[in-house]
């Protein structure tokens, strides 16, 4: 499949086009080299991106800052993976299809602006509310003083709706500093009393805390973790349902655990998690299954899926345009939020 992706991109994109894997040739993720992101895109490179994803789940397209790609661009190509939407953190008391809008006073881009005036300013485009910005800079500024707060969860974007979303993107302006040291340059304050359930597996709570320190953005490959599962244990699962809410007090509604590509037909694992999600979204449910007994089964789920075969940690690159399967893998970040008075940093 990987050979015909390849092809597919260098009719669309041109002869130029290299593929190089994020790890090796057996695991997720690729990067592709000689793509231009920047323009609009036609018919068959918008088929050639789709394909690239759900062949390799995790896609980088280095260089685009070169190119002079823009946040209105990767909107753009965001497209073409189905429509984009408000981010949840864009909008207040968001609830299915009667958002109320935070002021413009409120939103993360006008908050980074403010954090360093006349010296930091978001990249056009980013104040749009289906963009979600990633940044340490909230609460910043030269009189701060600096915090870092805990890490953040394994998680897909938004699977909380009635239409999940399927692909998310990464445009990369800044990074961290890299440490030359081989020490990671932030620590992982310990989690807040009910982060996570206190009766989950030690095993699975070192997984979950095993978190990237350095800005990356760590993925696990829950296609492959479908794939590694006895033939019995994967065709129970086939017929497993989620209720899957917001709030504890929705209804909820229905979802397969197990999502079928219907481009490809490789089957995946959606968003085997219980209560690794924080506080702000209620858990997930197996229909047939007591509230105590999802966890259970969903923990040995999500700790069999970020076992280290599995996982991959993308080290940013500015310029890079990043793409991943929310159906085919879940994915974590090291949350800073550190306050700095000498030099501002986006991640």
Request: proline share 8%; with cysteine; net charge negative.
């Amino acid at each position: 499949m990987g050979t015909q992706v390849l092809t597919q991109l260098r009719e669309a994109f041109g002869s130029a086009v290299e593929v190089e894997p994020l790890v090796n040739e057996t695991k997720m993720g690729r990067r592709v080299l000689g793509v231009d992101l920047s323009g609009p895109l036609d018919v068959d490179q918008a088929a050639a991106m789709i394909a690239a994803v759900d062949a390799w789940q995790v896609v980088c397209f280095p260089g685009q800052d070169a190119r002079g790609m823009t946040v209105v661009d990767l909107e753009r190509l965001a497209n073409h993976f189905g429509a984009p939407i408000p981010h949840p953190s864009n909008v207040d008391g968001y609830r299915g299809d009667d958002p109320q809008i935070k002021g413009s006073l409120e939103r993360t881009s006008t908050l980074v602006a403010a954090a360093f005036p006349g010296v930091v300013s978001p990249l056009s485009g980013a104040e749009s509310l289906a963009v979600y910005n990633v940044t340490n800079l909230i609460g910043s500024g030269p009189t701060a003083t600096p915090v870092v707060s805990g890490g953040q969860h394994w998680h897909t974007d938004i699977e909380f709706e009635p239409v999940p979303l399927s692909t998310s993107m990464f445009l990369v302006d800044h990074v961290p500093l890299t440490r030359d040291d081989g020490v990671s340059w932030v620590t992982n304050p310990p989690r807040e009393p009910g982060f996570y359930h206190p009766d989950s597996p030690a095993l699975l709570a070192e997984r979950r805390e095993a978190l990237p320190l350095n800005g990356e953005t760590a993925y696990t490959d829950t296609a492959a973790a479908y794939d590694a599962l006895p033939e019995a244990e994967r065709a129970y699962l086939d017929h497993v349902q989620v209720r899957r809410r917001l709030r504890k007090e929705d209804p909820g509604f229905l979802m397969p655990l197990v999502y079928v590509n219907p481009r490809t037909g490789r089957k995946s694992l959606h968003s085997p998690v219980w209560a690794s999600r924080g506080k702000r979204v209620a858990p997930a449910q197996i229909e047939g299954m007591t509230p105590d007994e999802s966890r259970v089964f969903l923990d040995m789920l999500e700790q069999h899926c970020l076992a280290p075969e599995f996982r991959y940690d993308h080290a940013h690159t500015r310029g890079d345009v990043t793409v991943w399967s929310n159906f085919a893998t879940l994915h974590v970040a090291h949350r800073r939020r550190s306050r700095s008075t000498i030099r501002p940093m986006l991640g």
